[in-house]
Structures are given as C-alpha cells and as structure tokens.
C-alpha cells in the first residue's frame, strides 16, 4: 500500500535564510513523487515532480526537492525562503507499477517571518 | 489558456440532499480526478476518469459517484449526504503523470 508522511505539522524559518519541508513515502515498485503548494481558500499548485533520473529536482518558484530512494523520502528546499512563501505545503506519491491512485500526506504549514 | 475550472464555488446543502459538483479540465488533458479534502486534511483520492469510464476508485462509499463527458468535463454526484461530507472537493485533469487542480468547490453540509 501507499502512503506518504510528512513529520512537521509546522516549519518557522526567518526569511533569507534556507527552509526544508521533509516527506517520506512508501509504495511496492518505483515512486512518481510531487510538491504542491496551497494558499489559503485555493486549489493546489503543482510545484516539482521526480519520475526519474536525475536526483535533484528544481521546480518553480526556486524550489527544489531532493530524492533519496535508501531513504525513501523527497525534502523540499529552498536556499533563501521569502515571506511570500507562507503556505501549506502537500508532497504525493503514485505507485509506478499501482494504478493511478495518487496519496497526499497530511500538509506542512510553513511560516517564514520577516 | 484556462486552467481547471470549477463549479459552483461554494454550496450549502441539507443532510439527506443531492449534490453534483462540475469540473472542466485543462485544454489537452484527457483524465480528470476527483480529491475530498476536510479540513486540515491532505486531499483524499475519489476515483478518477478516463474515456468516459471510471479508471480507479478510492475508499469512498457508493454515495459518491461520478461521470466523463466527451469533451473530457467531469461531474462529481454525492448522493444522501451526511454531515461528514462537508469538505472542499478538488478537482485535478491530467494528460500525463502531473495533476493540476482547480480552485474546488465547498461543500457545507447541514
């Protein structure tokens, strides 16, 4: 079965300085992983995808995300956070070989003060 | 080029009552998903919808059901509702492995 878990119901990080948001998965063959981003009273936006390759992933809004398969996780980071940034953040995981079902793990609120 | 568009936005609806819940994917995407997501919850899969026929089904009950249209737009049908299923339900279109969501519509059941 899938699952994902994101052990930080909250992240504070000051602005300017690095933020990472931590998530790991599971699931029997080989992960589709994402990070999206919700704003209040809003949909989620899509920020980063690993399928395969290239372990480090950058995608918008200067984020990155970096996969670690012994480790099972996919960590979002960012080198200077900005106030901006203040949101809850989602990572999913899709089963390759499992169908089409996708799993959310439960969010991480991040604040980055000024 | 529009996005995933929702509708309606919000919706108050009676225990017992009937809802249908309407999504227009994005242009070019084929597969539209359908997500509950409660209140300080991460979006829980519905089902989803791929040439008309429902492709693969979470853990929800029968209450819940859903259509695909030629043009791809998908309708979400919760029938008998309870007042559990007050939540924001999301929808996402897919041509690939990347779902994109709409902005959802909000459910209050009372």
């Known amino acids: 079965a899938q699952s994902v878990a994101q052990p930080e119901d909250q992240v504070n990080v000051a602005e300017g300085n690095p933020l990472t948001v931590k998530c790991t998965y599971s699931?029997?063959?080989?992960?589709?992983l994402f990070w999206y981003v919700q704003y209040p009273n809003r949909g989620l936006q899509f920020l980063l995808k690993?399928?395969?390759?290239?372990?480090l992933v950058k995608g918008s809004y200067g984020f990155e995300a970096e996969f670690n398969k012994s480790q099972t996780s996919f960590h979002l980071k960012k080198p200077s956070a900005l106030v901006s940034d203040s949101a809850l953040y989602f990572c999913?995981?899709?089963?390759?070989?499992?169908?089409?079902?996708?799993?959310f793990g439960a969010g991480t609120r991040l604040f980055v003060k000024a | 080029d529009a996005g995933v568009t929702q509708s309606p936005t919000h919706l108050i609806k009676t225990r017992g009552q009937q809802v249908t819940l309407r999504c227009s994917p994005k242009?070019?995407?084929?597969?539209v998903s359908w997500y509950q997501q409660a209140l300080g919850q991460g979006p829980q899969f519905i089902f989803q919808?791929?040439?008309?026929?429902?492709?693969q089904r979470g853990n929800f009950p029968d209450r819940f059901s859903g259509h695909q249209f030629p043009n791809y737009s998908s309708e979400l049908n919760v029938n008998a509702l309870l007042l559990g299923d007050s939540a924001l339900y999301l929808c996402?279109?897919?041509?690939?492995?990347?779902?994109?969501f709409g902005p959802g519509t909000r459910l209050l059941v009372l």
């Open positions: 996402a279109s897919s041509r690939q492995e990347t779902q994109y």
């Open positions: 699931v029997s063959g080989n992960p589709y």
């Open positions: 690993y399928i395969t390759g290239d372990n």
């Open positions: 999913a995981v899709r089963d390759q070989t499992g169908g089409f079902k996708t799993i």
């Open positions: 242009s070019g995407h084929d597969t």
């Open positions: 919808y791929y040439e008309e026929e429902e492709r």
